[in-house]
């Protein structure tokens, strides 16, 4: 598979079972929880509204992609969904980290595919959540949430 000009049968594959790979996902984790929450925890009202209704549009073509068991085009979308968040934030920096991020991302992701399928009802309950109080506002419950979500979906955050 070639996505943005990383070979991962070539490049990545070999090291996944590794410590260090184990690491590399769990600082992965928590850099995108730094970035989602503080992105949600300043986005202004009317921006939250906004990518509010567009997340839930994700959400519905989510579905769709868990029930064609299209994993590819759910990772995608996933990707695209919680890079919703980070843009929420308005800030040009913390996209530009968010995307050095993604390719790394989309690996995670790839390699716990059966998972992903396994847990689809789940991370579309999680996702709602997430909207959810990404328009009431609610940071707390937002960090809290998407906390889990992480966790249960790369491994644990610090």
Same mark, same amino acid.
């Given at each position: &598979?070639?996505?943005?000009?990383?070979?991962?049968?070539?490049?990545?594959?070999?090291?996944?079972?590794?410590?260090?790979?184990?690491?590399?996902?769990?600082?992965?984790?928590?850099?995108?929880?730094?970035?989602?929450?503080?992105?949600?925890?300043? *986005?202004?009202?009317?921006?939250?509204? %906004?990518?509010? *209704?567009?997340?839930?549009?994700?959400?519905?073509?989510? %579905?769709?992609?868990? *029930?064609? *068991?299209?994993?590819?085009?759910?990772?995608?979308?996933? =990707?695209?969904?919680?890079? /919703?968040? !980070?843009?929420? /934030?308005?800030?040009?920096?913390?996209?530009? &980290?968010?995307?050095?991020?993604?390719?790394?991302?989309?690996?995670?992701?790839? &390699?716990?595919?059966?998972?992903? =399928?396994? %847990?689809?009802?789940?991370? @579309?309950?999680?996702?709602?959540? =997430? !909207?959810?109080?990404?328009?009431? /506002?609610?940071?707390?419950?937002?960090?809290?949430?998407?906390? /889990?979500? @992480?966790?249960?979906?790369?491994?644990?955050?610090?």
């Amino acid at each position: &598979m070639r996505t943005s000009g990383i070979d991962y049968q070539e490049s990545l594959l070999p090291m996944r079972k590794s410590a260090a790979d184990e690491r590399t996902v769990a600082e992965l984790a928590d850099a995108r929880h730094v970035l989602e929450t503080t992105a949600v925890e300043r *986005a202004s009202e009317p921006m939250r509204q %906004r990518l509010a *209704a567009r997340l839930e549009e994700f959400i519905v073509e989510q %579905r769709s992609a868990f *029930a064609e *068991a299209d994993v590819a085009r759910f990772i995608d979308l996933t =990707l695209e969904f919680h890079r /919703g968040f !980070v843009e929420a /934030g308005d800030n040009q920096v913390m996209l530009e &980290m968010y995307a050095l991020l993604s390719d790394r991302h989309r690996f995670s992701l790839f &390699m716990i595919s059966r998972r992903l =399928l396994d %847990r689809c009802d789940e991370i @579309i309950t999680e996702h709602e959540a =997430l !909207v959810t109080h990404l328009r009431s /506002g609610d940071s707390a419950a937002f960090a809290a949430t998407l906390r /889990g979500h @992480i966790e249960e979906n790369a491994g644990p955050t610090h």
